[in-house]
């Protein structure tokens, strides 16, 4: 019997290169999936499925991920306001490792002795797809046709010409990658330091020029709430992408480190993952006490870079998961935003845990919990370590 071979299939040209390459070059018996963490249709998926046994595989598998994604991943990157560089919500990075899983589970599901992608040798994907078989999977062998052979796009068309594949395969200028945590967006803009993505170069275009605003409800760090009707966060995470992608917002370039020591510069579309971060920021600092929002600050980053670098495996990350679950313990209320061509605004909050209360004072205003005088023997104290410092230092 022939040995098998699990491919993560897009149906792009290079996986779609290496499914007749593993059969005819390697003798395997080609299986593809692909994992859907928000990025496509059911009628994409079929057309997908149809590419992938029209070129030979054995058998094609859709796995929806999409869920798993959002409680193992996403709501951690809500929960810690991640934005790589104060920017990139980890729209692409975040999802890979996800992927990865439900490709493992499917390559032990078809007892397959080998996984292959199509990724080059240029990008993170490889690192983050290899790490998780490394790992968890030793004895499963990885093929990256595409990496290994160095081939260009031409000399792939061609090989799928000789196969009897003569599909369509012209180049699209931008390259999309898609999912629910939002959309990178990379073309010849963003080889160099100074490109600009033109407007057609976004999924979205700006179709609504008027200004509209929103409410998102959270409980326990999730939202939860959209306008006041109660929803699931990924059917909200839907809804709020298509209102507000319809205003051009979420749009910016986030310029990196790669895992692999180069810099990288990427445009990205991610209406839906700002607007939730920058409204449950809010709400945090309503709730939060000073320290809470400061070590959250350190872990939370934290957390983001190695969600990136590929290191969600590393033990540390369940701890700062477990740091982050309890943070969220009163993080419940409702923020308003206003929507608006290219731009949003984070308003105001509501929440019953508020910090902010008229009990102790209101700030330039009044002081209920102490007198003016308090506030000179505090102030007395607190000066006295500087007093002795440059009483001693008096050159400084």
């Not at 160095?150 to 090989?159: A, P």
């Amino acid at each position: 019997m022939k040995q098998k071979v699990v491919l993560a299939f897009s149906g792009g040209l290079d996986t779609s290169f290496c499914v007749p390459y593993l059969m005819n070059e390697k003798g395997l018996e080609v299986h593809t999936v692909i994992v859907n963490t928000g990025g496509f249709s059911d009628e994409e998926a079929a057309k997908i499925e149809e590419r992938a046994l029209k070129l030979g595989a054995a058998s094609h598998t859709c796995i929806d991920a999409v869920n798993d994604y959002y409680n193992n991943g996403i709501k951690y990157l809500i929960f810690g306001n991640v934005l790589k560089n104060n920017t990139y919500p980890l729209s692409v990075s975040s999802e890979r490792f996800f992927q990865a899983m439900a490709i493992l589970e499917h390559v032990r599901k078809t007892g397959a002795d080998y996984v292959a992608h199509g990724s080059t040798g240029a990008g993170n994907d490889q690192v983050r797809f290899d790490l998780v078989f490394e790992v968890l999977a030793p004895e499963v062998k990885i093929i990256a046709p595409i990496r290994e052979l160095s081939l260009s796009r031409q000399q792939e068309i061609d090989y799928l010409k000789e196969k009897g594949f003569d599909f369509s395969w012209e180049k699209s200028k931008y390259s999309i990658n898609q999912g629910i945590w939002g959309t990178s967006v990379g073309g010849v803009e963003t080889l160099k330091s100074s490109g600009v993505l033109p407007e057609e170069a976004y999924p979205s275009q700006v179709v609504n020029h008027g200004t509209e605003r929103i409410t998102i409800g959270f409980e326990k760090g999730e939202p939860v709430k959209l306008n006041g009707e109660k929803m699931d966060p990924v059917e909200l995470i839907h809804k709020l992408h298509k209102t507000a992608s319809q205003y051009g917002i979420g749009r910016d370039v986030h310029v990196g480190d790669t895992i692999i020591g180069t810099k990288g510069r990427v445009a990205f579309e991610a209406p839906a993952p700002l607007i939730i971060v920058k409204a449950h920021h809010l709400l945090e600092k309503h709730v939060l006490t000073k320290q809470q929002l400061y070590w959250k600050d350190q872990l939370s980053n934290w957390y983001g870079q190695l969600m990136h670098e590929a290191q969600y495996l590393e033990p540390v990350m369940r701890n700062i998961e477990t740091f982050l679950n309890d943070t969220q313990k009163y993080v419940t209320g409702e923020v308003e935003v206003e929507l608006r061509p290219y731009h949003f605004s984070v308003l105001g909050c509501s929440s019953e845990f508020d910090l902010m209360s008229s009990k102790f004072g209101e700030y330039g205003e009044s002081n209920k919990s102490f007198t003016g005088q308090d506030v000179v023997g505090f102030t007395k104290v607190t000066a006295n370590p500087l007093k002795i410092y440059y009483t001693i230092h008096d050159n400084d």
